[in-house]
C-alpha cells in the first residue's frame, strides 16, 4: 500500500498467532495539511485498512490469512513484551473477545496459562495451529488453582468483521488527544482473535 511522502506512518500488522502482537514503526517527518481519510482494501485474500490520524501520523492494518480461526483471547507476557522465546514468565490473558470460544469455554482476563497440549508456553506457542476445529487442552491457573480447559478454536472473522474492526479502531485513535503505538486503551482492539461473534 502506497504511502504519502512525509507522512508519519505507523504500520500495526495485526496477525491471528500465538504471541499476536501490534507491531509500530515510526519515521518522524511532516506533510501539508489533509483531510483525514478512511480506506480498506483485500489484498491477497487478506483485509488492509490504512488511515490518517493527523497531518503528520498515518496508520496502517493488516488483516491476518483468511483462513486462521479464532481462539476469542489475547495474551501478554509482560509490558513491554520481552524478548523470547523462551520467556521467564507464563503469559497471562490480557483480552477476551465477546462470544468467542475463550468466553464459552470459562476463561477470563488475568488466567495465567501454563501449558497447551502438555507443553510449556513460556517455551512453546500455545497455538501453533489455528486451523479452526483444532483443540488445545490449556492449563491455566487462576487465584492460586490450576485447573484444565479445553478450547477449540472458532471459525475465522469475515473480511467485513475484519474491516468494521479496523475502522472502528482508527476512528476511535482520531479521538484520543495524543495517540502514540500502545496507548489506545478503550478503543475497540483490532485483533482478529478478539472480533466480537455477531450476535454477542
Known amino acids: ?3 504519502q511522502p512525509g507522512k508519519r506512518r505507523t504500520r500495526l500488522a495485526v496477525v491471528a498467532c500465538a504471541l499476536a502482537t501490534l ?3 515510526c519515521d518522524p517527518k511532516t506533510t501539508t495539511t489533509q483531510a483525514l481519510a478512511t480506506q480498506s482494501e483485500v489484498y491477497e485474500g487478506r483485509m488492509t485498512t490504512s488511515g490518517d490520524l493527523s497531518d503528520e501520523t498515518a496508520i496502517e492494518m493488516n488483516g491476518p490469512d483468511p483462513q486462521m480461526g ?4 489475547a495474551l501478554s507476557y509482560g509490558n513491554p513484551r520481552p524478548a523470547g522465546p523462551p520467556f521467564a514468565e507464563f503469559p497471562t490473558i490480557r483480552a477476551i473477545g465477546a462470544g468467542g470460544v475463550a468466553e464459552s469455554v470459562g476463561l477470563r482476563v488475568g488466567d ?3 501449558a497447551s497440549n502438555g507443553a510449556d508456553v513460556r517455551v512453546s506457542p500455545p497455538f501453533p495451529d489455528h486451523t479452526p476445529g483444532t483443540h488445545y487442552r490449556l492449563r491455566v491457573r487462576r487465584d492460586g488453582r490450576e485447573r484444565e480447559v479445553d478450547l477449540v478454536v472458532g471459525p ?3 473480511l467485513e468483521e475484519v474491516r468494521l474492526q479496523q475502522v472502528a479502531f482508527v476512528e476511535c485513535l482520531r479521538r484520543l488527544p495524543h495517540w502514540a503505538p500502545g496507548k489506545e486503551d478503550g478503543c475497540p482492539n483490532p485483533d482478529p482473535n478478539l472480533i466480537p461473534v455477531p450476535g454477542t
Do not use: D, E, Y
Not at 70 to 73: P, Q
Open 70 to 73: 479464532r481462539t476469542g483471547l
Open 112 to 114: 495465567v496459562v501454563l
Open 1 to 3: 500500500m502506497s504511502t
Open 156 to 158: 475465522p472473522p469475515t
Open 23 to 25: 507491531a509500530a514503526a
